[in-house]
């Protein structure tokens, strides 16, 4: 089956009840039992929901994954992964991620004994000298947010195959439609299913994707134990958004594509990141292991400051100035005062995230008019 069919296919059938085409919502916490034990397959909702179920099917397949394990949020679905390590362990994670990930890692876990080092995973000698006999998991987010920079996920994964390191690859920026970890040899996927699986920025949800049955186990486990679980109507909308995600994905790229040209070409912007652009440092490693290169730009001004982003982020029309990324509409964000805040400053300067850094999600609207409102919102500057 190919990817568009499998967006709207895979893993689901008519309802067996019904026949409804459409997976229904099953709305229920609980589930009539025959006698103790004996029942449908299903006994309370936090354990088994068929709605959840046909997502985590759909899911799975998307990933050329066996199993799929939805949670309450992305930052949920982290905290599964997490869980699988004791105190004591270590982790090595891309420097240059999310900041809510970040924060996770450095304020929840390790006060119970769980040590983060964050290292730029585009340096294998650098990856090769942080591995010691704690380190248990290789945290990979490529593209890598908001800086736009890949990490090789076959050189990495080979490298903790051979010291029987788990490797979890933070999936959400390339979407299932331009990259498949688990095929490079990840043992965990792990979506922010907010963003392009949903689509419409209407849910917010998680999704961990494994082949690997002995690591399913302990995340269902986790799913259950924890209890972070995603609700059957959101379950709903994420199965409903799904169906366009080939389609939206394709969309987003050709228009990020035409943006990351214009704003090269803007005598006004300074550096542009986009892992489509030929002088990207990454651009051939983007060639080979996306099939595109995604709907996220962001850029910089010569000497920018706050003020200077502000003038842009503040006079947008169709952009909207919010958190988030990957749907439908586009948004403008500025990742130093908004979703990098938990970073400290001097470690965003590190990795070249400026206060007047700004990143773009780019949407599927008609591209001539997300760029003549780039346009009017240049000249303030
Ligand atoms: N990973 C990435 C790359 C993200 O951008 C985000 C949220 O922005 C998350 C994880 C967390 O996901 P959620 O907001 O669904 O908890």
Redesign the pocket.
Known sequence: MKFGTKCIHAGLSPDPATGAVMTPIYQTSTYAQEEPGKHKGFEYARTQNPTRSALERNLARLENGKHAITF???????DAVMRLLQPGDEIIATND?????YRQMVKVHQRYGIKTHFVNLGNIDKLQKQINKNTKLIWI?TP??PMLKLVDIETVTAIAKVKGIMTCV?N??ASPVLQNPLNMGADIV??????YLGGHSDV???ALVVNKDKIADQLYFLQNAVGAIPGPQDCFLMLRGIKTLHLRVERSCKNARKIAKYLVAHPKVGKVYYPGLKDHPQHELAKRQMKDFGGMVSFDFPKGTFETANKVLANTRYFTLA????GVESLIGHPASM?HASIPKADRLKVGLTDSLIRLSVGVEDVDDLIADLEEAFRNV
Do not use: I, P, Q, R
Request: aromatic share 6%; no cysteine.
């Open positions: 309450s949020s992305g930052l949920a679905a982290m991620l999310y900041g809510g990930s987010e890598t947010n933070d959400t920026f792990l979506h922010s299913a907010t963003k917010v949800m998680g958190e988030s990324l990957g979703t």
